[in-house]
């Protein structure tokens, strides 16, 4: 449990520092950095809450293979089902994804604190830059930390670029994205009732 708090202090005192810069940053346009001849599975986040529709993503697994591999696992399993955006920072990103701490019906002091019960992934680094409807993959400090958590991003955040695994870019819902609740102070901690991922299911 130690060493859970630590991987989630670690997170969001990283995302806190990283995200300060960029609270006034919001795009208007979407990136359409997704290839033409993507083929990949598509991830679809029914998201409740505040927000509500849907979010489709193309998943890059020519980017990022293994990390891809465990996103669709734990979505066919139904393991993202219910799980809270706990860290939201307004022009920066929407964090979720804890799917051993992070249900609705959790322990909100936990929420952020897990990943699934499979080991963590070798980071798949890339050029693909950090621009808005980007999904990467959260970690600790340690850069072979990613598990189940990833992050979706509001506005371009350079800085993050070859620093974390991108997995994936949005195709469509971006009304949504924009509608998910904030979370309050530098780490954007949520207060109060979370939007959620009622449901995540993969295209292929």
Same mark, same amino acid.
């Given at each position: ?6 991987? &989630? ?18 795009? *208007?346009? @979407? ?26 993503? &193309? ?22 089902? !219910?799980?809270?955006?706990?860290? $939201? ?8 994804? !804890?799917? *051993? ?15 699934? !019960? ?16 980007? *999904? ?9 930390? @990613? ?9 371009? &955040? ?7 695994? *991108? $997995? ?9 994205? !924009? @509608? ?8 954007? @901690? ?9 449901? $995540?299911?993969?295209?292929?």
């Amino acid at each position: 449990m130690r060493d859970k708090l630590i991987f &989630a202090g670690l997170f969001a005192l990283g995302f806190g520092i990283l995200g300060a810069s960029w609270m006034n940053l919001m795009s *208007v346009n @979407a990136d359409t950095s997704v290839p033409d001849e993507h083929s990949g599975p598509v991830m679809v986040i029914e998201v409740e809450g505040e927000a509500n529709g849907e979010i489709r993503i &193309a998943l890059r697994d020519d980017l990022a293979p293994n990390h891809v591999e465990r996103i669709v696992t734990l979505a066919e399993r139904g393991d993202y089902n !219910d799980v809270v955006f706990h860290r $939201v920072i307004d022009g920066f990103m929407a964090q979720t994804g !804890d799917v *051993v701490h992070g249900k609705m019906d959790g322990n909100r002091r936990a929420w952020g604190t897990g990943g699934s !019960d499979m080991p963590n992934l070798t980071a798949e680094f890339s050029q693909q830059p950090f621009e808005r409807g980007v *999904v990467g993959m959260a970690r600790s400090q340690h850069p072979d930390s @990613a598990n189940s958590q990833f992050f979706i991003m509001f506005a371009p &955040a350079p800085h993050l670029n070859g620093q974390y695994t *991108v $997995v994936g870019q949005m195709l469509d819902g971006y009304d949504v994205l !924009d @509608a998910i609740k904030r979370g309050t102070g530098g780490n954007g @901690a949520i207060m109060g009732v979370p939007d959620r991922m009622a449901r $995540v299911t993969i295209e292929r």
